[in-house]
């Protein structure tokens, strides 16, 4: 379940609210990336694909942390009834399914470390979770971003990016071109 994108805009503005910063932009830029590709692509819903863009880092409502913000999110998205969001707010900064890709600072007990790590064991990816992992990749918050440039800066920012994760990231886009027909830069500009 999931709520409208009314709902969905007003839980991102009451969010914004508790915790401002430059995250509900590249929240809304995310959400306007994935509905753009899901326009184009036949088995992808696009009111969808832009709420759960809208919502993927709803978790940052609660404060300015890094693992923290999947836990909180999947957390209070569950909380509201909002299963396919709360799978969203796990998935989104794991293109590959594993806890310990996470780049950031793992601010959570070690027992939220297991139970984010057992419902991504537990979770089936779908065109979804990859849109909005694409999707993130894309957005900053003052616009759309070269994929590459938004890696390499989350690399000097924290010291390392798994290659894995870069090499998945870069085909998330290649699917997205393939089931589009069209460069992804060109859809989302």
């Not at 995310?30 to 978790?59: P, V």
């Not at 590959?96 to 890709?101: E, G, H, L």
């Not at 957005?139 to 994929?147: E, I, R, Y």
Request: aromatic residues 8%; negative net charge.
């Amino acid at each position: 379940m999931l709520p409208d994108r009314a709902e969905a805009e007003k839980i991102l503005l009451e969010a914004e609210n508790c915790n401002p910063g430059p995250w509900g932009d590249h929240s809304r830029i995310t959400a306007l990336c994935a509905e753009k590709i899901a326009l184009l692509c036949d088995d992808i819903d696009s009111d969808k694909a832009y709420i759960l863009g809208l919502l993927h880092d709803i978790g940052r409502k609660f404060g300015t942390r890094h693992l923290g913000h999947v836990y909180d999110g999947y957390k209070y998205m569950l909380d509201l009834g909002y299963d396919e969001v709360a799978k969203i707010c796990l998935t989104h900064s794991f293109s590959i399914p594993n806890i310990a890709t996470y780049i950031g600072n793992f601010d959570i007990t070690l027992e939220e470390q297991e139970e984010v790590s057992k419902a991504l064991e537990q979770s089936i990816f779908d065109d979804y979770d990859r849109l909005i992992q694409l999707c993130d990749c894309l957005a900053g918050s003052d616009g759309v971003m070269d994929m590459e440039a938004r890696m390499a800066d989350v690399k000097q920012r924290y010291g390392s990016y798994p290659q894995s994760k870069w090499d998945m990231n870069m085909r998330l886009k290649q699917l997205f071109e393939n089931k589009t027909g069209k460069n992804i830069y060109e859809i989302v500009r």
